[in-house]
């Protein structure tokens, strides 16, 4: 299961939908607004997505994460929009016979959304400020 | 070359910072041939700007959703994005 | 937070608690009692400890984890008794500033209880018998 | 050494397969001096198979909690376990 989502991640019904009487792992990453960067205190990010391309690409890491480990399931959700501090922008979970796949799947999967899929975000800070996050080229 | 942006139109989709810069989320690039090379429609857009920013903001193009060098030909018929930086999760 | 408990793990809870406004990921590992094993088909299994110097140990994994990583909360729990397929039998979650931390700090975790926590587990098969899992000289 | 296992007591704890075969959680091992090295606990609990199974089934000794090797000497105030192979998670 693979999307770009804008209302709220419920992380409760991925962990249902992870669940798989053959698995004996599960690992589970959650992408977080933080209430700061480098620089300042944040309020909230504005994430904005090219949504076709970010599926297409969603489809690709799905299928290499299913040829490369020994995996059952595969879920990455990404959310757009304006999240608040505390809110999830991301997650990617795997469930696998063992724990060492589900791991390196999940990682590898969390990876490649950040350095394939196109999507932008802007900060809102607490001064008042909005900026956009700079980012890196795409390696796609 | 400068006159090679007239006549048939690209329709670019712009997003991000570079969407926000034109307060716009396409872009129309007229062009006079069937095709252009990703190259070429770079030099049209750097000529259209101070108005775009083209100059300042890094980008590279999707061409139907898949990031190509400017080798690449396009006509009106491909789906043409300029994807500046990425920062998503 | 780290326990042994009897009770169901509570995801949510646990998912909950990890939250903290200045991490922006959260890795979450959860073992899972799978229907099978090398050989037959498992009903369920059973979890002994000893609770007490399960204690110690989590304690110090939860000091090795904070003194080698950057990272915000750590929460590890096991369950002990019988479970049925499905259900959780361990649990180890991280939230961290970035991602790297909290990927290696979870898989450190659970690699540690499994070498160093007095656990042991007794398979009980569909065909009606059970069997304690061969397990490893415990790594302490 | 055969007639080291008198008079005061160490009492340890058993777990998973060890316990079962026991059928109880703890065992207690009589000794005659005030302390005695792992080593010579483990001779006594060999000496008291087979009704132990102490032969076949591979341990270590916890004392208070932590893992130690068999130049140790415990005395009855210690707590001692015998940890089989280890199989959480």
Not at chain 1, 50 to 65: A, Q, S
Not at chain 1, 95 to 107: D, I, N, T, W
Not at chain 2, 40 to 66: G, Q, R, T, W, Y
């Amino acid at each position: 299961m693979i999307s770009i989502i804008k209302d709220t991640i419920d992380q409760l019904k991925i962990l249902e939908e992870l669940k798989d009487n053959s698995s004996g792992a599960v690992v589970f990453f959650t992408g977080i607004v933080r209430d700061h960067n480098s620089k300042e205190k944040v309020e909230g990010i504005f994430y904005e997505a090219y949504e076709e391309m970010v599926d297409e690409i969603l489809k690709k890491i799905e299928n290499e994460v299913f040829k490369n480990w020994n995996i059952k399931k595969f879920i990455a959700i990404h959310r757009i929009g304006y999240l608040k501090v505390g809110e999830i922008s991301v997650i990617v979970g795997v469930s696998s016979e063992h724990r060492k796949e589900a791991f390196e799947a999940c990682s590898y999967g969390i990876d490649n959304i950040k350095k394939r899929c196109p999507i932008w975000k802007k900060e809102k800070m607490e001064s008042g400020d909005s900026e956009w996050v700079e980012g890196v080229m795409i390696n796609e | 070359m400068n006159n090679s942006c007239e006549d048939r139109t690209l329709k670019l989709k712009v997003f991000g910072i570079l969407r926000e810069k034109l307060k716009s989320n396409t872009l129309s690039i007229p062009i006079n041939n069937n095709s252009i090379s990703l190259e070429e429609l770079k030099n049209c857009l750097k000529e259209l700007d101070p108005h775009l920013s083209m100059n300042e903001i890094n980008f590279v193009f999707a061409v139907n959703k898949v990031i190509c060098n400017e080798n690449v030909k396009v006509s009106s018929s491909d789906e043409i994005a300029l994807i500046p930086p990425i920062s998503g999760g």
